[in-house]
T-cell receptor, first 116, second 112 residues
Framework: GAVVSQHPSRVICKSGTSVKIECRSL??????MFWYRQFPKQSLMLMAT?????????EQGVEKDKFLINHASLTLSTLTVTSAHPEDSSFYIC????????????FGSGTRLTVV | KQEVTQIPAALSVPEGENLVLNCSFT??????LQWFRQDPGKGLTSLLL?????REQTSGRLNASLDKSSGRSTLYIAASQPGDSATYLC???????????FGKGTKLTVNP
């Protein structure tokens, strides 16, 4: 149990276009999901906290207009990278915490975004 | 501000060796601590979760300990195998916060 599914695993897009990444909780409801970015050989950087039915909370320095987050249901959060540029190329990972204390945080498999 | 440090940054061992990965955190007011494994280009796989009231957790060849008062956790891997090669990340959940604080990880290589 406690699986988070993330799609796509890899995406290549042209500069100036937008890309949507989906994060789904498969067997639990997630009122909160987290979006991270990971640069090569570095640890995870929290970008934003996605809240079901309300606006996301962005970390300092993260452009909310560039990284649009939608959490329209209890099992789905999406991250849209708008007007992507090569510097947005990175590894993006989502996470959620199933209810209760048995499980810790569970992570998606990540999305490798390459902007050309 | 909570900070998490992992030592060493990289470790290379021969197959079969027992090893210990270290994690320290600056603020003992944590809710729990979680150890993850990350393979190259992949997401994080949860290995062990230790609640603040617990001293250790075990899963197979893995044993994680927690000394909250001293701000330390260790991940012990017994009889290491090449398949254990990965980056191991330690993360704490501060009390009163939903946000995990990660260490920078230890890259483990187990040589056949």
């Amino acid at each position: 149990g406690a699986v988070v599914s993330q799609h796509p695993s890899r995406v290549i897009c042209k500069s100036g276009t937008s890309v949507k990444i989906e994060c789904r909780s498969l067997d639990f409801q997630a009122t909160t999901m987290f979006w991270y970015r990971q640069f090569p050989k570095q640890s995870l950087m929290l970008m934003a906290t996605s809240n079901e039915g309300s606006k996301a909370t962005y970390e300092q320095g993260v452009e909310k207009d560039k990284f649009l987050i939608n959490h329209a249901s209890l099992t789905l959060s999406t991250l849209t990278v708008t007007s992507a540029h090569p510097e947005d190329s990175s590894f993006y990972i989502c996470s959620a915490h199933p209810p209760g204390t048995t499980y810790g945080y569970t992570f998606g498999s990540g999305t490798r975004l390459t902007v050309v | 501000k909570q900070e998490v440090t992992q030592i060493p940054a990289a470790l290379s061992v021969p197959e079969g060796e027992n090893l210990v990965l270290n994690c320290s955190f600056t603020d003992s007011a944590i809710y729990n601590l979680q150890w993850f494994r990350q393979d190259p280009g992949k997401g994080l796989t949860s290995l062990l979760l230790i609640q603040s009231s617990q001293r250790e957790q075990t899963s197979g060849r893995l044993n994680a300990s927690l000394d909250k008062s001293s701000g330390r956790s260790t991940l012990y891997i017994a009889a290491s195998q090449p398949g254990d090669s990965a980056t191991y990340l330690c993360a704490v959940k501060p009390g009163g916060s939903e946000k995990l604080v990660f260490g920078k990880g230890t890259k483990l290589t187990v040589n056949p």
